[in-house]
């Protein structure tokens, strides 16, 4: 029979050995997590470029010099919020800035230009797919704007900028026009370099948000060693309903430095992978962070609406994708960083807006990171 009283418990057998597998399961797991986040975070910091603002800086002095020695004149820089241009809500691209040249019959000077631009498409495309883009929000652009009838020195002064000047020797790079674009394709073939003849006319056509303004594009790539091409420049023969009226030519210094080190993402060339050595630990955190303190760098403040409103999503998606503990690290290195690389940009034009120095733009990066987090 079963004796009477007070019920007792029995452990179950094997019961402890079962708390101390669950115990050291979470132990493990613990350590996995935090061992998994400094290893994503080395990851980043080994595959980056090892000093970007000193290589932006590079190609920027190499830029100004090659240019001013064949004649160019310097331009001077948009600021990043365009108030005035309906079109678009940032600059992003240099042709965005010099899009006053083109207001005439015809570009008459030789132009050159380099600014910080920002297109927000890779987070529009984090927040619908969770995943990177092939870009990065905010880039370094360079680019050049001449008459019309100047489109063969355009394309040699381009060629022997990137080959002689920037690392990306002419046996990496290939020319590529529309098929039936007969007189580009009659000129790339004369350059003695390989051609590539596109099928899609609408890959080799220009917008520029205006009317009647259109572009038909010689695209310049570069072999990489995964077998695979990289669109590094391009040079544009700008049209007012069909008439030529002047050429540009347009490259960033992001991707320049992705092709020539082989790195494996252009935001890991730019500002914001300094990030990286503070404990930032995934790409869209480091690309939005970079692009964060280019537009503070100019005063934006975060807003609930507008081109406020686009800077709060990248400081939200930042701190989200990547919880950084050392904030004022992570703030003060950025902040020198786009200091340093905005004193070898072409000068902004100071009566539309100037650039905040280090420490102002640093105060702001924390106060607005304060509103947002």
């Known amino acids: 029979a079963r004796p009477s009283g007070p019920a007792r418990y029995v452990p179950r057998l094997g019961a402890r050995r079962d708390s101390l597998e669950g115990t050291r399961c979470l132990f493990y797991r613990s350590q996995a997590r935090y061992w998994g986040d400094i290893l994503k975070s080395y990851t980043l910091s080994r595959f980056r470029h090892p000093d970007p603002v000193a290589a932006t800086n590079a190609i920027l002095v190499n830029f100004r010099d090659f240019y001013t020695g064949r004649g160019y004149q310097e331009a001077s820089r948009a600021g990043l919020s365009r108030h005035r241009d309906k079109s678009i809500r940032f600059t992003n691209s240099t042709i965005s800035a ?86 580009l394709l009659s000129l790339v073939s004369a350059s003695g370099m390989r051609v590539v003849a596109g099928e899609a006319q609408e890959d080799y056509l220009y917008r520029y948000g205006m009317p009647d303004i259109s572009g038909r594009s010689i695209k310049i790539t570069a072999s990489e060693p995964n077998g695979g091409v990289t669109e590094v420049a391009a040079v544009v023969e700008v049209a007012r309903l069909g008439a030529p009226i002047a050429v540009e030519t347009a490259f960033s210094v992001n991707i320049l430095l992705t092709s020539r080190e082989s790195l494996i993402h252009p935001v890991l060339a730019s500002v914001g992978a300094l990030g990286a050595d ?36 990248l400081l939200r998606t930042a701190v989200k994708a990547s919880p950084v503990l050392d904030w004022p690290s992570v703030i003060t290195r950025l902040a020198d960083a786009e200091t340093s690389v905005r004193s070898n940009l072409s000068p902004p034009d100071r009566s539309l807006f100037e650039d905040l120095s280090a420490s102002d733009t640093a105060a702001r990066f924390g106060a607005a990171l304060a509103r947002v987090g």
């Open 278 to 313: 503070e404990g930032v630990d995934t790409l869209i955190a480091l690309d939005c962070l970079g692009t964060a303190v280019s537009l503070l760098a100019e005063g934006l403040l975060p807003t609930a609406r507008g081109r406020g409103g686009r800077l709060r999503q």
């Open 98 to 183: 010099l899009k006053p040249y083109l207001d005439g019959p015809c570009v008459n000077n030789s132009l050159f230009l380099s600014q910080p631009a920002v297109r927000l498409r890779n987070l529009d495309y984090w927040n619908v797919r969770g995943k990177m883009s092939p870009f990065g929000c905010s880039f370094v652009a360079m680019g050049t704007l001449m008459p019309a009838s100047s489109i063969g020195q355009a394309l040699d002064d381009l060629i022997v900028f990137l080959s002689r000047h920037v690392g990306l020797y002419e046996q990496r790079l290939q020319l590529g026009v529309y098929r039936e674009h007969l007189d």
